[in-house]
Structures are given as structure tokens and as C-alpha cells.
């Protein structure tokens, strides 16, 4: 099971919001028994704070020197609390309260999407000589799609022949001309299962 973890990226916060965030985190950790020899010091991440409220105040101007300066003073900030975060995941191991106890947010963890739907809406028309493009509405939580085919009509001991594609769409070739065949199609993703559609039959130009 995946433990929880402290989020450790910051890229989509304000200046502001990064300076708040920083703050937090250095009053939640600050004395804290549990986070007692913290990587990087405390003191470390409060320069790099301070310094980035510096730059962010040079760089309201407009500078664009001023500006470069700040992007640099944040990056410095970023890796620091990376780094602090990484501290807490390592001591925390996957406890919740102690990772929220330090100031930082949690990660979700990933939800298992289980076994995909079933597709209804294959389709399968004729296209250049010995070709067919098959079709489906794309599915969501589906990485990829297996495209199968085989000469109508459907029997037990008929052998399915796989096409993966990338996108809901593939023209799959090398077929025999003027013959019939079912066509089927299976989302893809995390669980293994597979979930085919009906069966789509159609002639090959």
C-alpha cells in the first residue's frame, strides 16, 4: 500500500503564497520533538525566505534584472523546502499526522481506476486496399487500446489478431481484400483485465 507523503512541489504557488507557505512551515517545525535535526536547518530555509522577500520587492519594479534575481531567489527557496520535505517523508514514514504536524500538505494517493467499461461505440469502415479504420469514443483513465480482428463470421476457434494503438483511432492493414471480418476493441490501463466491445464486422476494399 502507498504511504502518504508530503507534497514537495511548489511550482504552481504565488510568490505570495510561497512566501505564506514557508512561514507555516518554519512555525509548524520550529521546536518540533518529532523533526528534531532537520535537513536543511531551519535557519537555512528562513535566509532563503527572507532573501526571496527581498528580491520580490526589488522586482515589483519591473527590473528585469530585479526579476531574474527573484526567479533565482525562489528557485534556491523551492529546492530548500524540497529538501526539508524529503527530511519529513523520510522521519514521517507515511504518518499522516506528523507530515500535516510539520506544515506541509499531504500527496494524494493514486485511486486504483479498476477495470474499465466496456466500449459501445466501435466502428469499423472499409479504407484503401487490404485496410479498415476502426474507431472508438475515447475512454478516460484509458492509456492505450487493443484493436482486435478476425474472419466472420465469430467461432470458438477463431484466433484474434492484436493491434495496440496509442489513440481511440487505428487503420490496421494487411487484410484480405474483399473478405469479412469481426473487429473488437478493448480499453487499456492499469487493471489487467480486459473489456472487450461487441464484435463489428465489416468487408475489406
Do not use: C
Not at 532537520?38 to 519591473?62: K, S, W
Not at 490501463?189 to 475489406?204: A, E, I, L
Amino acid at each position: 500500500m502507498a504511504k502518504q507523503k508530503a507534497r514537495i512541489s511548489f511550482s504552481r504557488m504565488t510568490d505570495t503564497q510561497l512566501d505564506q507557505k514557508t512561514d507555516f512551515i518554519l512555525t509548524r517545525m520550529t521546536g518540533n520533538p518529532f523533526f528534531a535535526t532537520p535537513i536543511p536547518t531551519l535557519t537555512e530555509v528562513t535566509t532563503a525566505r527572507t532573501e526571496f522577500n527581498a528580491a520580490i520587492t526589488i522586482a515589483a519594479g519591473g527590473n528585469h534584472q530585479g526579476v531574474a534575481i527573484k526567479n533565482q531567489s525562489r528557485k534556491k527557496l523551492t529546492d530548500l523546502l524540497a529538501q526539508l520535505g524529503t527530511y519529513v517523508n523520510n522521519v514521517a514514514n507515511g504518518d499522516a499526522a506528523n507530515i500535516l504536524g510539520s506544515g506541509f500538505d499531504i500527496s494524494k494517493i493514486p485511486t486504483p481506476a479498476g477495470q474499465l467499461p466496456k466500449p459501445t461505440s466501435l466502428k469499423v469502415v472499409p479504407n484503401t486496399a487490404g485496410t479498415v479504420k476502426a474507431s472508438t469514443k475515447k475512454i478516460v483513465n484509458a492509456s492505450s487500446y487493443m484493436f482486435e480482428y478476425t474472419l466472420a463470421p465469430v467461432l470458438a476457434s477463431s484466433v484474434w489478431t492484436q493491434v495496440v494503438s496509442n489513440k481511440a483511432t487505428v487503420i490496421i492493414l494487411g487484410l484480405q481484400r474483399g473478405a469479412e471480418y469481426s473487429f473488437r476493441v478493448s480499453p487499456l490501463g492499469s487493471n489487467p483485465t480486459r473489456n472487450f466491445s461487441d464484435p463489428v464486422s465489416s468487408y475489406v476494399n
